[in-house]
């Protein structure tokens, strides 16, 4: 089941990072981020795997063949990870495989935000009978542990395409972020910026999407990184149970290839377990890192102890 951060609450007199005179918001925010050992190393982590899944196909190609009478073979200098069961360069396909990873993360979690984000609005700021619908529907789909419902929608649907997959989790991924963002849309209609737009009359589009929602921006951007590692464990556990297809290259895919033809048995081939496995870590403690330290700037009550 997914999980979403903590409220972000703001205090009177206290200031919000981005703020400060004659600094841009984002400045601030980095400025912030580095000065934090843990932020640091969040931020770096996951930049590197960034550069390394995003550049680093365009620089080794996408295209591999393997030598399969060179099966395994263990790591040296032409091949620094050794070959796996095909033949094929592990250190390439560890490239190569990152895109799809981050793709799916990354679409699954905007899918994500934007529904839970749109409904628990629009939920906690007309109430009524839609949003005891919302509530009854997040009630449903929260009671089917999420790893048993993608394994039925894969069982069903043929998932080959990475962005398909992306749209599933996405889909099904959204109930726990749509019942924090309506807490936090109860809390905010009551507040006096919102009474003074009703009085004017702006409508209800404005009050929402343009005062409402952009009050929760840092409550929403931490649940989005959060809704990334979550999507990214979601498609992981897919392709390793052989739940989604096993076409194209991604880190999934390596581990549920080692696993099946018993690589761990292999000392030669333990580049090819352990690889992908270490990249899927860096980049899940490079997003845990910068969630809590996001939140610590971002809240004015963490900040402050």
Not at 145 to 150: M, T
Request: charged share 10%; hydrophobic share 50%.
């Amino acid at each position: 089941m997914s999980a979403s951060a903590p409220p972000v609450t703001t205090e009177p007199g206290v200031p919000v990072p981005g703020k400060a005179a004659g600094v841009s918001p984002l400045r601030r925010l980095f400025n912030e981020l580095t000065r934090s050992t843990s932020g640091f190393i969040g931020l770096c982590l996951v930049v590197a795997i960034l550069l390394v899944s995003l550049v680093g196909p365009l620089i080794v190609g996408t295209q591999i063949t393997g030598d399969p009478l060179r099966a395994w073979e263990a790591p040296s200098g032409s091949h620094w990870l050794g070959l796996e069961g095909s033949g094929k360069d592990t250190l390439h396909l560890l490239v190569t495989g990152g895109t799809t990873v981050l793709m799916v993360g990354f679409l699954a979690a905007t899918i994500t935000t934007v529904i839970a984000v749109a409904v628990g609005s629009l939920a906690g700021y007309f109430g009524g009978r839609f949003d005891a619908l919302m509530l009854q529907l997040t009630d449903v789909v929260m009671t089917v542990p999420q790893i048993v419902l993608l394994a039925v929608v894969g069982a069903f649907y043929k998932l080959d395409s990475p962005a398909l997959l992306a749209v599933i989790i996405g889909i099904l991924s959204w109930p726990v972020l749509m019942r924090s963002i309506r807490a936090q849309v109860l809390s905010l209609k009551e507040r006096e910026f919102v009474e003074a737009a009703q009085l004017l009359d702006v409508g209800w589009v404005r009050i929402v999407f343009g005062e409402i929602v952009p009050n929760m921006a840092s409550y929403i951007l931490i649940n989005f990184i959060i809704a990334v590692t979550n999507a990214i464990y979601a498609m992981v556990g897919l392709y390793l149970l052989g739940l989604a297809p096993q076409k194209g290259s991604n880190w999934g895919i390596m581990i549920n290839d080692a696993w099946t033809k018993g690589a761990m048995f292999n000392p030669d081939a333990m580049p090819y377990i352990i690889a992908p496995v270490t990249m899927i870590v860096l980049l899940q403690l490079g997003l845990i890192l910068l969630t809590r330290t996001l939140e610590e700037i971002l809240n004015p009550r963490l900040r402050d102890r």
